[in-house]
């Protein structure tokens, strides 16, 4: 139950939800702000270190993008803008170049000096029909090599379009950082 309540509870403090769903793939959707949606997956050991992969679906177009990593460091290690790289491999395929951009960061609630930074993607492969994902890090960036369950990502993302393109009031009632 806490790897449920984990994703919500890191990005809560940007965003007060009134709409939260779990899918069968555990699959967080829930509200981002006003008329965004955000869908968000915690990596499969959370409890040694915490990844999390999300992307938004955003009125008025409800397409899936923004993809994001949120991702566990020691404090202050990075500053925003920074620039990291990676290798990211989809379904045990070709292993790609991964290019992230840290937007900010925030105390991890969870362990004493650390921080969740949060990166956006600015080079990437292709993830959204994959099962199955790993980051492989340089040990000089000092964040934690992670593997994702991508299963259910598809349905996810569908679930959440249909959600956007609904008459469903979506809204939150804090402003986004």
Not at 54 to 74: N, Q, W
Not at 75 to 90: E, P
């Amino acid at each position: 139950m806490k790897l449920i309540l984990s994703i919500p509870l890191l990005i809560s403090q940007f965003a007060s939800a009134n709409l939260h769903l779990t899918t069968l793939n555990n699959w967080q959707i829930f509200l981002y702000g006003k008329g965004a949606l955000m869908i968000a997956k915690s990596n499969e050991e959370p409890q040694k270190h915490k990844s999390i992969l999300a992307f938004h679906v955003e009125r008025p177009l409800c397409i899936a993008t923004d993809p994001i990593l949120m991702l566990e460091s020691k404090s202050n290690l990075f500053l925003d803008k920074d620039i990291i790289f990676a290798k990211m491999t989809i379904d045990k395929n070709k292993t790609s170049n991964l290019k992230l951009e840290k937007s900010f960061s925030f105390d991890n609630q969870e362990k004493k000096d650390t921080h969740i930074n949060h990166f956006k993607f600015l080079k990437f492969p292709p993830f959204a029909n994959g099962k199955y994902m790993k980051v492989t890090f340089d040990t000089r960036t000092q964040l934690n090599n992670f593997e994702m369950n991508l299963t259910g990502l598809k349905e996810a993302k569908y679930d959440a379009i249909n959600i956007c393109r609904s008459n469903m009031d979506l809204h939150t009632s804090k402003n986004i950082i």
